[in-house]
C-alpha cells in the first residue's frame, strides 16, 4: 500500500536540473519524502543550460522500486533523460502501473515523452515543451498551451519556469 507521504521522481542521466533538484525541494518542504528512482544505482548528473549540471543520489534502482510503495510519480524534462528512459521497458512500466493505479502522474517539458510510450497520454488533455506537441497528439492526446494542465490523476507542464505552478498541482493531488 502506498505511503501517502512519498513520492517518487523517475529520472536518469540527462535530467532537466532545475525540473528535478525544484520540485523535490518544494515537495520535501512540503513534508513529503521523495525518492529519486533511476535505471541504475548510484548518481545521475543533471542538464543545466547547454552542459552537464550537477549530479544526483539515486536513492533507489528500478529494480528496487515498487509504484505500490509511492503516492505519486512526477517526471521531469531535459532532452536526453526522457528520450533514455522510454527505451527502458522497466521505466516504461513504472510509469504505467501509477496510471492504472491512477496515482497522480505529473510530467513537465520533455517528460511527457513517458506518457506516450507508456500509453497514458492516449485520450487525455496535456501540455509539454511545444516540440513534444505533435508525439503527444500522435499518441492521442488532446494538447493545450498552458502552464498546467491536469485531467483527472495526469498533471503535466511546459518548462522550468511552470515548476512553481506544477509543483503546487502535485502537493494538491497529493494532500
Not at 4 to 9: E, L
Request: charged share 30%; glycine share 8%; net charge negative.
Amino acid at each position: 500500500m502506498a505511503d501517502s507521504k512519498r513520492i517518487a521522481i523517475l529520472a536518469t542521466d540527462g535530467f532537466e536540473q532545475s525540473e528535478l533538484m525544484e520540485p523535490r525541494a518544494k515537495l520535501r518542504e512540503a513534508g513529503f519524502e521523495v525518492d529519486v528512482i533511476a535505471p541504475s544505482a548510484g548518481e545521475i548528473r543533471g542538464w543545466k543550460g547547454k552542459d552537464w549540471g550537477d549530479s544526483v543520489p539515486v536513492d533507489r534502482s528500478l529494480e528496487q522500486a515498487n509504484a505500490d510503495d509511492y503516492a505519486a510519480l512526477v517526471l521531469p524534462g531535459g532532452v536526453i533523460n526522457p528520450d533514455n528512459l522510454r527505451r527502458e521497458e522497466k521505466a516504461v512500466e513504472f510509469v504505467r502501473a501509477f496510471d492504472r493505479a491512477g496515482k497522480p502522474l505529473a510530467a513537465i517539458c520533455h517528460g511527457p515523452w513517458l506518457l506516450v510510450e507508456s500509453g497514458a497520454a492516449k485520450g487525455r488533455e496535456v501540455t509539454s515543451w511545444p516540440s513534444v506537441r505533435t508525439d503527444l497528439e500522435n499518441a492521442g492526446a488532446r494538447w493545450k498551451d498552458a502552464e498546467v494542465v491536469t485531467d483527472g490523476h495526469l498533471i503535466t507542464s511546459r518548462k522550468p519556469d511552470d515548476i512553481p505552478a506544477f509543483t503546487r498541482a502535485v502537493i494538491d493531488a497529493v494532500s
